[in-house]
């Protein structure tokens, strides 16, 4: 069992950054591939960005690649979203999620990103 609570959300300019934190307990952290997804209003959840479990690999849908960056620190049970150059377009409720390739993915209860033009 996972157990996921993440952080850093908020109102931000267009351009501005924010780095979004997600805290996971439990001490299987680091077998996981993480993820970080997102849904806005109206939308389907969509998938952000992923790294593997031991951080040498990573992913990203297409329209965040150069502006997002996904790293974690097993040491700490955190994994994290670096958002630069934030658009409108990129406001949602983000959600962390652990094993996130697995139907039995486990998920945070979001933050919510709000990005004005």
């Known amino acids: 069992q996972v157990q996921l609570v993440e952080s850093g959300g908020g109102l931000v300019q267009a351009g501005g950054s924010l780095r979004l934190s997600c805290a996971a307990s439990?001490?299987?952290?680091?077998?996981?591939?993480m993820g970080w997804f997102r849904q806005a209003p109206g939308k389907e959840r969509e998938f952000v960005a992923g790294?593997?479990?031991?951080?040498?690999?990573?992913a990203y849908v297409d329209s965040v690649k150069g502006r997002f960056t996904i790293s974690r620190d097993n040491a700490k049970n955190t994994v994290y979203l670096q958002m630069n150059s934030l658009k409108p377009e990129d406001t949602a409720v983000y959600y962390c999620?652990?094993?996130?390739?697995?139907?039995?993915?486990?998920w945070g209860q979001g933050t919510q990103v709000t990005v004005s033009s």
């Open positions: 999620a652990a094993d996130y390739l697995a139907r039995s993915a486990y």
């Open positions: 439990g001490r299987t952290f680091g077998s996981y591939p």
């Open positions: 790294i593997s479990a031991s951080g040498g690999g990573t």
